[in-house]
């Protein structure tokens, strides 16, 4: 039983895990604007497989001259962008509650497990609604692109900037 209850805990850590790693995290910006390097003896971030794949909306935004994205894809990617948003924090909500809920299961010194397993897949359940709507986004959006577009924002992932910073691989 105790067994049970270990595993249950390490999954449920490591779904938290999972969805901070998921919600990019906002670096502090030099009042100038410019990137700080990155000291030597930092660690490199965990590759992300669909990175070079995807677009994040905020870059694309950022750049809407450079791209010469049309009104039509701007009013899409906008739509896109609040609808998803939107969604996202009813998901954030959800998420929240049953993971509150799997504490209260959890913290007793008996733990029900189907009461628990079924709470877990409620957490779970979230989980992947909200990875699907970030993948479901990043999917319609990159369809909008061109494939001229898409080739200009492959090279400002790799295009220095000025003062010899790189720009950050996203």
């Known amino acids: 039983m105790k067994t049970r209850i270990g595993i249950m805990v390490a999954l449920l850590v490591a779904s938290v895990l999972l969805i901070?790693?998921?919600?990019?995290?906002?670096q502090p910006q030099p009042p100038d604007?410019?990137?700080?390097?990155?000291?030597?003896?930092a660690p490199h971030?965990?590759?992300d497989p669909l990175g070079a794949a995807m677009f994040p909306p905020e870059m694309i935004m950022q750049h809407t001259r450079e791209l010469g994205l049309t009104d039509e894809q701007k009013?899409?990617?906008?739509?896109?962008?609040?609808?998803?948003?939107?969604?996202?924090?009813?998901l954030q909500w959800q998420l929240q509650d049953a993971m509150e809920?799997?504490?209260?299961?959890?913290?007793?010194?008996?733990v029900n497990e189907q009461q628990a397993l079924t709470q877990l897949d409620k957490v779970l359940?979230?989980?992947?609604?909200?990875?699907?709507?970030?993948?479901?986004?990043?999917?319609?959006?990159?369809?909008?692109?061109t494939?001229?577009?898409?080739?200009?924002?492959?090279?400002?992932?790799?295009?220095?900037?000025?003062?010899?910073?790189?720009?950050p691989s996203q």
């Open 125 to 145: 359940d979230a989980e992947r609604e909200i990875k699907r709507l970030h993948i479901g986004m990043g999917i319609r959006i990159k369809n909008q692109l």
């Open 33 to 41: 604007g410019q990137q700080q390097p990155r000291p030597a003896h």
């Open 75 to 90: 009013t899409f990617m906008r739509g896109e962008i609040q609808r998803t948003t939107t969604r996202f924090n009813e």
């Open 45 to 47: 971030p965990p590759m």
């Open 147 to 167: 494939p001229e577009q898409q080739a200009k924002l492959h090279g400002m992932r790799m295009t220095p900037r000025p003062h010899g910073h790189p720009r």
């Open 101 to 110: 809920a799997l504490h209260e299961i959890m913290k007793s010194n008996s």
């Open 20 to 26: 901070v790693a998921m919600v990019p995290a906002q």
